[in-house]
């Protein structure tokens, strides 16, 4: 087996979740298999370069697209948000997780790993706490 199968394949045997609709908002992230506590996620997630905006810079864009920054990103305390250089085309899956004040995950202090907190169910819908990483509360809106 070539070195790129051998990553893919590691991959696969990391693949723990799939994304379908959620009862909490949308879609969501959900356990195909069961997920030990402590499992790092979303390990084959290949990061794309990214560029900060300040939200003034997005105002012009479309109503649907602005829609999709405020539910998606994260809003930094410095006002501005890192958009990836693909935009929504290339999201990975931990940007479906669902906001829960019970998380079963939580993100590293540094940011690059999200972490189960306790074992999941198969079938069980992964969730984070939003106020842990987002400066963004139900009351503040991206864009007024």
């Given at each position: 087996?070539?070195s790129?199968?051998?990553?893919?394949?590691k991959n696969?045997q990391s693949?723990y979740?799939?994304?379908?609709?959620?009862?909490?908002?949308g879609v969501?992230?959900?356990?195909?298999?069961?997920?030990?506590e402590k499992?790092?996620l979303?390990?084959?997630?290949?990061?794309?370069?990214?560029?900060?905006?300040?939200?003034?810079?997005?105002?012009q864009?479309?109503a649907?697209?602005?829609?999709?920054?405020a539910?998606?990103?994260?809003?930094?305390?410095?006002g501005?948000i890192?958009?990836?250089?693909?935009?929504?085309?290339?999201?990975d899956?931990?940007?479906?997780?669902?906001?829960s004040?019970?998380?079963n995950?939580k993100?590293?202090?540094?940011?690059?790993?999200?972490?189960?907190?306790r074992?999941?169910k198969k079938g069980e819908?992964?969730?984070?706490?939003y106020?842990?990483?987002?400066?963004?509360?139900?009351?503040?809106?991206?864009?007024?």
């Amino acid at each position: 087996m070539n070195s790129l199968k051998k990553r893919i394949f590691k991959n696969l045997q990391s693949t723990y979740c799939q994304i379908r609709p959620s009862k909490i908002d949308g879609v969501g992230v959900f356990a195909v298999r069961e997920i030990p506590e402590k499992t790092k996620l979303f390990t084959g997630y290949v990061p794309q370069p990214s560029a900060r905006f300040k939200l003034s810079e997005l105002k012009q864009l479309p109503a649907a697209v602005l829609k999709l920054l405020a539910g998606f990103l994260v809003l930094e305390n410095d006002g501005t948000i890192e958009i990836p250089q693909g935009g929504f085309e290339g999201l990975d899956m931990s940007f479906y997780l669902n906001h829960s004040k019970t998380p079963n995950v939580k993100i590293t202090s540094g940011g690059e790993a999200f972490i189960t907190l306790r074992k999941i169910k198969k079938g069980e819908e992964l969730t984070i706490d939003y106020q842990k990483f987002d400066n963004i509360t139900k009351d503040h809106k991206f864009f007024d």
